[in-house]
């Protein structure tokens, strides 16, 4: 299934038909679940919200968007994996791989562009106002970074530094 990207940064509509556009909502069809899951036909899933696009909240996100209702909220609409960053800074075509939207590997969840600025036994209210709905949380904020909201803007600042200041010799050493 594919999803759309609209064309303002952080707008994006879930890829599964099987989450509602309402993030506090979950609607998935009980009869859709596989027997593999381990789930009877008659239970809803439970509602995943995994504040933090990281390393780690990523990885949850992952892991769980086939037994959950997954709901990703992060600033950024990517994840960027930080072991490339320097690499990403004297070769952009590197940023380019090392930079994936959210989007891109949660395929069976929603991900909501935005801060998390309060959080109640039920919900966690987004800077955009949202109020998003959970049986389980995940934090995982990790740390604070001032990168760029768009993959695109991330990718462009990696090049625009390298016009700015090129290398003048650049060696790499890998084992």
Request: proline fraction near 6%.
């Amino acid at each position: 299934m594919e999803g759309d990207r609209s064309p303002q940064c952080g707008l994006t509509t879930p890829r599964s038909t099987s989450v509602s556009s309402d993030p506090g909502v979950c609607l998935r069809d009980p009869s859709s679940i596989s027997s593999s899951s381990g789930r009877s036909g008659n239970q809803l899933w439970q509602r995943v919200v995994v504040v933090g696009g990281g390393i780690g909240g990523s990885l949850v996100a992952k892991s769980l968007q086939f037994n959950a209702d997954v709901i990703l909220i992060d600033q950024k609409e990517y994840f960027e994996i930080p072991w490339a960053t320097m690499r990403s800074m004297v070769d952009p075509a590197v940023a380019d791989k090392a930079i994936i939207n959210h989007t891109d590997y949660l395929i069976n969840g929603k991900v909501i562009t935005a801060s998390a600025v309060d959080i109640t036994d039920t919900d966690v209210i987004t800077s955009d106002g949202r109020q998003v709905a959970y049986d389980y949380l995940v934090i995982a904020t990790g740390h604070t970074a001032s990168s760029p909201k768009c993959r695109k803007d991330r990718i462009e600042r990696f090049k625009e530094g390298m016009r700015l200041n090129p290398p003048p010799h650049v060696g790499f050493v890998s084992s």
